[in-house]
């Protein structure tokens, strides 16, 4: 299930405790500490969630709300110091798929993230996903070839998973650093070759990711 959140709060000590728990819970996680910042951000990324704090120094975190509802149906969870019943009540009113009040537990938070994603994404709750032989376990973060159990680092299995939730697209080396990795990662595109060549090592299956050359990868069904 993971991938990228928008994590939109001014406070750092806040941001950095849920992008801490986020990320050890597998996502990764774009931080933006104005609302300004965020919509940006929703360009940049393939965003699969966004959590908004409701009051930002340059935005009311309901404008921002309604300002991605008009663009689309990403799921967005409020978060606020502010527990008056009007702003959850206006914040589910535009939109919003759930509303946590601070203080809150991390592990609470992302907890809800999760169910938020769950409910938006049907599909994303199909916790196996197969290519050939190969079959992924998500929610185990498990790989088995051909029923046999291989070992993989978490950015290996990560890397596989996105591969196969793209089978039959050419993935650039650009796109997999930014998705699988994200943005933070500071070394090259030739972490991914390398991390490719140790997929096909482990998995032996080499066919199975094949390199477009000028261009990147691309998982193959058969
Ligand atoms: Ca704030």
Not at 8 to 18: N, R, S
Not at 56 to 77: E, F, H, K, N, Y
Not at 181 to 194: I, S
Request: net charge negative; glycine share 8%; aromatic share 4%.
């Amino acid at each position: 299930m993971p991938g990228t959140i928008l994590l939109v709060e001014d406070e750092e000590d806040i941001a950095t405790l849920v992008r801490t728990y986020l990320e050890r819970d597998g996502f990764q996680v774009v931080w933006a500490s104005r609302g300004v910042e965020g919509l940006l951000a929703l360009e940049q990324h393939e965003v699969r969630l966004a959590i908004l704090d409701l009051q930002l120094p340059d935005a009311d975190g309901l404008d921002l709300c309604r300002a991605i509802r008009q663009q689309s149906r990403l799921p967005i969870v409020i978060l606020t110091a502010r527990d008056e019943e009007i702003d959850r009540i206006t914040g589910l009113e535009l939109g919003a798929d759930d509303y946590i009040a601070k203080p809150f537990s991390p592990r609470e938070l992302v907890a809800r993230v999760r169910a938020v994603l769950r409910r938006a994404e049907p599909d994303a709750a199909a916790d196996e996903i197969v290519l050939g032989d190969v079959a992924v376990d998500r929610g185990g973060r498990a790989v088995t070839v051909n029923g046999n159990p291989v070992e993989l680092t978490g950015m290996e299995f990560d890397l596989l998973a996105y591969l196969i939730d793209h089978t039959g697209l050419v993935l650039s080396r650009e796109r997999l650093l930014d998705r699988v990795w994200g943005l933070a990662f500071p070394g090259g595109t030739r972490t991914v070759d390398v991390h490719v060549a140790q997929l096909r090592r482990k998995l032996g299956r080499p066919e199975l990711i094949r390199t477009i050359r000028g261009s990147g990868y691309k998982a193959v069904a058969s």
